[in-house]
């Protein structure tokens, strides 16, 4: 982002939005000049009761001063209810269409996005800065436009009346004016530094909630709460910095603008003394003045909300400027109709991480899973075998090599239909804070409650589910908190099962489970393996055994691969590696 951008940029980055509300801006900006039109006319009745009426005793002419003055009450009450509310609904909607437009996009950024940012940031982008934007639409662009207005036409009448005059009260335009400008860059910078503090606090209340267990487990609580304040204090001192700049600056503006009207009544007084002005065109220019000051002072006033906001915007529309290295491909290849899973073969692929790009994470990694075939793959830790499923699933592109299904390279596919061939199922699973039901449909939301009765029975979670308290309906809370691991794991399973992918992805899909209920989901799945293509991470020897065949990865590197027999008689690190990791079983 470009911290040095004018603030005509953020304004311009906000037309596409504002003109699809153009009407509804025109009604609301019309209203704003009939109302300090109407404004501008009550001086006029002013100076025609102070000049005419009050020096010549008329009631009829007393009558009708005074109900010109109602009708321009009335025109700037009128004024005053469609400018609010037309401002207000433009905010409304331009604010909702950006959120919208944001999030869409943030939603459609590729992995590596998310590893460089913090949740907790994007999160504040979408909530406080926007926040802030809303307010300067709804409020301060209003009342900056009406104080342009009111300064606009306060100065035109204050010539019209005594031009002499004039020259003192513009002068003091022009030299606070200036000084407005000035303070507005002191202002904007403030606002992107204390924005910037808001989101940084608001990421780390993410994630210290996000790992509640790990701070409370640690007795961490005082450390967090620490960091927390030191944030805070942060965003204090920049605060205090900016008040005391703003205090600075309206506190001299002031000064100007009544000293001003000082010496216009001390020159203004002579004139009237001397029979060259009436009282009523001086009273008359003094109420054009205090117009003319109201008007410039409401723009001070939020010149600093507006500097604040175009911060605020332009760190909300840096998100949009952010681009996916991962994208639909300009002339996509459709996938053939699937009738017994799909072939998936990997060849001569090497991928290095964007944060890590010094280290491979894969190197020329060569095989092929047939179709309707199942494929265990095996490793130490941080082998690479997570990464063979995020590359599968196109999360990240390789360096080097492809990844073909059916025949078809994955970068020649629409990534939507790519991964609607694909089920996942993981060992870290992600459940939404919604009913069971919901979270099961959540791959397909046309599916009938009968559908998803007869997924989960096949995941063995239709019993434990109809003993929850309302069932299938039941709220399970922020990411499955209310669920065990073990039932958290087969609702998932139940939702990639309701979906029927010709692919399926399981990263130790049963690692939750205890003996029993791995051995049902185990039964359940090995049914769809019968003609689906399946490649599984796995971690116990059951699992290993009903595979085809057997991938080895070590460092990145697939070692060999084979039938577990065949590997435990002539590989010693996957014999080591079994006896490990299968030795319980």
């Given at each position: 982002?470009?911290?040095k ?76 209810y ?7 609904m ?74 002499h ?87 001299f503006a ?136 995020q590359?599968?699933?196109r999360?990240?592109?390789p ?53 998803v ?47 029927r ?54 460092d ?30």
């Amino acid at each position: 982002m470009d911290n040095k951008k004018p603030t005509i940029g953020t304004i311009r980055q906000l037309w596409p939005f504002l003109q699809a509300h153009r009407k509804r801006l025109f009604l609301a900006l019309f209203a704003s000049m009939v109302g300090v039109a109407a404004m501008l006319g009550v001086v006029q009745t002013v100076r025609l009761l102070v000049d005419n009426t009050l020096s010549m005793p008329d009631t009829s002419a007393l009558g009708q001063t005074l109900a010109l003055f109602l009708i321009f009450v009335g025109l700037m009450a009128a004024a005053t209810y469609f400018r609010v509310v037309h401002f207000k609904m433009v905010g409304e909607y331009v604010v909702m269409a950006i959120r919208q437009k944001v999030f869409a996009h943030v939603l459609g950024l590729d992995a590596k996005f998310f590893e460089e940012q913090r949740i907790g940031d994007v999160s504040s982008r979408l909530t406080s800065d926007i926040a802030v934007m809303q307010h300067a639409l709804e409020a301060s662009l209003p009342i900056a436009l009406r104080g342009l207005l009111q300064m606009l036409g306060g100065m035109a009448l204050m010539v019209w009346t005594s031009s002499h005059l004039s020259v003192v009260i513009l002068a003091v335009v022009a030299i606070v004016m200036v000084l407005a400008v000035i303070f507005g860059q002191v202002v904007r910078r403030y606002g992107r530094q204390m924005q910037s503090q808001v989101s940084d606090a608001a990421a780390q209340i993410t994630e210290s909630l996000q790992g509640i267990k790990v701070v409370q487990s640690y007795g961490q609580q005082p450390q967090e709460n620490d960091k927390f304040a030191a944030t805070l204090d942060k965003q204090l001192q920049i605060a205090r910095k900016y008040n005391k700049a703003r205090g600075l600056f309206f506190a001299f503006a002031t000064s100007c603008i009544f000293g001003a009207v000082a010496v216009v009544l001390w020159f203004g007084g002579q004139d009237v003394v001397a029979e060259t002005m009436t009282t009523g065109h001086l009273a008359a220019f003094l109420m054009y003045s205090l117009i003319t000051a109201l008007g410039i002072g409401s723009l001070i006033e939020v010149f600093s909300s507006l500097q604040t906001a175009a911060g605020a915007t332009e760190r909300l529309f840096s998100l949009l400027d952010a681009k996916s290295t991962i994208t639909d491909p300009k002339n996509p290849k459709v996938l053939p109709k699937s009738g017994n899973g799909r072939s998936i073969v990997f060849n001569d692929l090497t991928f290095a991480y964007p944060n890590s790009p010094e280290k491979n994470a894969l190197t020329n990694i060569n095989f092929k899973v047939d179709n309707g075939e199942m494929v265990a793959i095996v490793g130490m830790s941080g082998a690479g075998k997570s990464t063979i499923f995020q590359l599968i699933m196109r999360f990240f592109d390789p360096q080097q090599g492809s990844i073909s299904i059916d025949g078809i390279d994955i970068r020649s596919l629409r990534l939507n239909e790519l991964r609607q061939n694909i089920g996942i199922v993981s060992q870290d699973v992600f459940l939404f804070a919604g009913n069971v039901l919901d979270n099961i449909r959540y791959g397909k939301p046309e599916a009938s409650d009968e559908e998803v009765f007869e997924a989960a029975k096949l995941a063995q979670a239709h019993d434990f589910i109809e003993q929850l308290p309302q069932g299938y309906n039941t709220i399970i809370g922020e990411r499955g908190v209310r669920l065990s691991g073990g039932q958290r794991q087969r609702l998932a399973i139940a939702r990639t099962i309701l979906c029927r992918p010709p692919v399926l992805l399981l990263d130790e899909a049963t690692s939750h489970l205890d003996a029993a209920s791995e051995q049902a989901v185990q039964k359940a799945l090995a049914e769809l393996h019968s003609n689906r293509t399946t490649i599984t991470i796995a971690h116990r020897l059951s699992t290993v055994k009903t595979a085809k065949h057997i991938l080895l990865i070590d460092d990145g590197k697939l070692i060999v691969q084979g039938s577990h027999s065949q590997l435990m008689k002539s590989n010693p690190l996957y014999k080591k590696l079994a006896t490990l990791q299968f030795i319980s079983e």
